[in-house]
């Protein structure tokens, strides 16, 4: 399983930015995916994720209204990043889920395959 995220990049505070990720597997649409980010010196941690056919989502509260995760038939998983702050700024990595069935999508552990990131950062 081959992820491929992109989308990163520089922008200020209060703009907006897309980013996306391809899987390459034919199975995409079996499994939760969901979008992670590491800042430097910290851990990395949940940002996002959306069930197998896209109609259960959840977020971090520091992202819970500002970013949205959606998903295509496509193999392609989005995460839509609106106003955006300082400490948004970090590498973005897509992760596929471990199970079919979902479960503890917040954990770090549950995730199985990932992307390579892309980075993010926000100027003040």
């Known amino acids: 399983v081959q992820l491929q995220a992109s989308g990163g990049g520089l922008v200020q505070a209060g703009d907006s930015l897309r980013l996306s990720c391809t899987a390459s597997?034919?199975?995409?649409?079996?499994?939760?995916m969901g979008w992670f980010r590491q800042a430097p010196g910290k851990e990395r941690e949940f940002v996002a994720a959306i069930s197998r056919r896209g109609g259960s989502t959840s977020y971090a509260d520091s992202v819970k209204g500002r970013f949205t995760i959606s998903r295509d038939n496509n193999k392609t998983v989005y995460l839509l990043m609106n106003s955006l702050k300082p400490e948004d700024t970090a590498v973005y990595y897509c992760?596929?889920?471990?199970?079919?069935?979902?479960?503890?999508?917040?954990?770090?552990?549950?995730?199985?395959?990932w992307g390579q990131g892309t980075q993010v950062t926000v100027s003040s």
């Open positions: 597997e034919r199975t995409f649409s079996m499994y939760t």
């Open positions: 992760a596929r889920h471990r199970w079919t069935s979902g479960q503890d999508e917040g954990e770090r552990t549950s995730y199985a395959y």
